[in-house]
């Protein structure tokens, strides 16, 4: 990457960032009602009439854009607002959109624009994926398994020689489990049906405790190699 065009992805990102910065500000008190007043919130997503679920898009796709905040919370607010079937679908869609705008710029710009949100210490804890002759297979697992770090695996996916024609359906597929389960959640919640909530969040951080446990025990086998 030459001087002029790591200036220009530099200044790009620090714009983008205060963008984001002031978009969650104004959004970020809306988010918090889900906690707070449920109905609320609710109320505040119809408002925005037809618009909503652009809108919901919007800031799913700024989340995956810019990771600052993990995505099971706005798949929960997904299936609350708009129910299990739309709200998944929602899901699939925006997170689909910003996962491959995330692929494209990192093949685009290389590793400096993954260094910007995350620190180097966690990119080469995964670069066995830019190695292993079995990479395609670890990656689509470690992606699939609820609980491992997608937004990490997103931008890192970029880095690696994997063609995108293989990496678009395991970013954007791979998502599917940890929606559903959240989603489900949240219209449950949205429905004041408590227990089925709980069962389904309780199924979720089962899945993420397996997963996280798949995950570490990966890079545990990589790093002794």
């Given at each position: 990457m030459n001087r002029s065009v790591s200036r220009y992805v530099k200044i790009s990102a620090v714009l983008a960032l205060i963008l984001f910065i002031v978009f969650s500000i104004y959004i970020g008190k809306y988010l918090l009602?889900?906690?707070?007043?449920?109905?609320?919130?609710?109320?505040?997503?119809?408002?925005?009439?037809?618009?909503?679920?652009?809108?919901?898009?919007?800031?799913?796709?700024l989340q995956i854009l810019f990771p600052l905040i993990p995505g099971e919370p706005m798949e929960m607010i997904a299936g609350y607002a708009f129910g299990s079937l739309q709200g998944t679908l929602l899901c699939i869609l925006a997170e689909s959109l910003g996962s491959i705008l995330v692929l494209f710029a990192v093949k685009k710009y290389g590793r400096k624009i993954v260094e910007i949100f995350f620190e180097k210490e966690k990119i080469d804890s995964l670069k066995f994926l830019r190695s292993d002759k079995h990479r395609i297979l670890l990656f689509a697992l470690i992606f699939i398994v609820p609980g491992t770090p997608k937004d990490l695996l997103c931008y890192l996916a970029g880095l690696t020689d994997i063609e995108t024609k293989i990496l678009i359906p395991i970013i954007t597929i791979g998502r599917l489990p940890s929606i559903i389960t959240s989603t489900l959640a949240g219209d449950h919640l949205g429905d004041q049906s408590y227990i089925k909530a709980a069962i389904y969040i309780a199924i979720a951080l089962l899945f993420s405790a397996v997963g996280i446990l798949i995950y570490q025990y990966i890079q545990k086998r990589n790093k002794e190699n």
């Open positions: 009602t889900f906690i707070n007043d449920p109905e609320m919130f609710r109320n505040w997503i119809d408002s925005f009439g037809i618009y909503a679920p652009l809108a919901y898009c919007g800031v799913t796709i």
